[in-house]
């Protein structure tokens, strides 16, 4: 393919998420190319005719690219390339891998091209949670519900898709990094209840994804701002009244909001505006949750 800025991308009509993560792919991370290429829908397997281009688009077919269409290096409905490990979003990331090489140890880009082959062969056939309702929040379930609300819109369709996959990509490099700062930052402890873990960071992911791995209560205190956000998971046996009592006492001046259900005591939200942080330090909660629960 040639290096130089494409005007035009051209997929087909009712993207699906195949088709959107393809031309988000390209004008996300091949910017210097594609931030500023028009998108334009044809039929599927159809290609855009010079008349068209010139016409709508003020382009020649040298400035286009095809994607999920039209046979090109992005499509894959050709007999020579019908196999479960190929879509048009892997043929347009192995495109990126080679004009940006660093691009392949993006581990989050690599989880969500997974994803996106996966469902693009039917493979969430596979996933646990495909039999249940919840499923239809799935993104390319999303999707195909944004057909039925608004069916003729394609633009639409695509800027829906695009923002999510913002989105999920924002979520999944969170979400990986959270692994990484559990590993290298975590600090485990013992309570009666169980295994607790307690992080200094800035990543919120990271006390969701100690929940997820077992830890009955997880502590996050943020390394910039000095917020503390402490979490139970909700089955297990344990309830903060009695550390929400005694922080009050220690930390009055801080803004501190202790949940209902006794499984959550916050110090620090994005939906609180104007909190004050908490004066305690990380290792002196330990100390409290261990003194009272154990």
Not at 222 to 228: M, Q, V
Not at 251 to 270: C, E, I, Q, R
């Amino acid at each position: 393919m040639t290096t130089q800025d494409r005007k035009l991308i051209v997929t087909h009509h009712a993207p699906d998420l195949d088709a959107i993560a393809s031309v988000w792919l390209l004008k996300r991370f091949d910017s210097q190319r594609y931030a500023s290429a028009k998108v334009a829908f044809v039929n599927p397997g159809d290609t855009i005719d010079l008349e068209t281009a010139e016409k709508d688009y003020d382009c020649q077919l040298h400035e286009i690219t095809h994607v999920d269409t039209g046979l090109g290096e992005f499509d894959h409905h050709q007999v020579e390339k019908a196999s479960r490990e190929i879509c048009a979003a892997t043929l347009v990331f192995d495109y990126l891998k080679k004009v940006r090489p660093e691009i392949s140890d993006d581990q989050a880009l690599v989880e969500i091209v997974k994803i996106v082959l996966d469902v693009d062969h039917f493979g969430e056939v596979f996933w646990p949670e495909a039999k249940t309702n919840r499923f239809v929040f799935t993104l390319h379930q999303l999707i195909h519900g944004h057909e039925s609300i608004d069916p003729h819109d394609d633009d639409s369709q695509l800027h829906f898709g695009m923002c999510a996959l913002d989105c999920a990509y924002a979520e999944m490099t969170n979400r990986l990094k959270a692994e990484e700062i559990i590993q290298a930052k975590g600090i485990d402890f013992e309570i009666k209840a169980g295994n607790c873990l307690a992080l200094e960071t800035q990543n919120d992911e990271t006390i969701k994804l100690a929940q997820l791995k077992g830890y009955v209560l997880a502590i996050r205190k943020d390394s910039e701002f000095g917020h503390i956000r402490i979490k139970v998971r909700p089955d297990a046996d344990l309830v903060l009244d009695k550390l929400h009592k005694q922080i009050m006492q220690l930390d009055p001046k801080a803004t501190w909001f202790y949940h209902a259900s006794g499984k959550m005591l916050l110090n620090g939200s994005v939906k609180h505006r104007n909190q004050t942080a908490s004066s305690l330090s990380l290792q002196q909660i330990i100390d409290l949750v261990q003194q009272l629960y154990t």
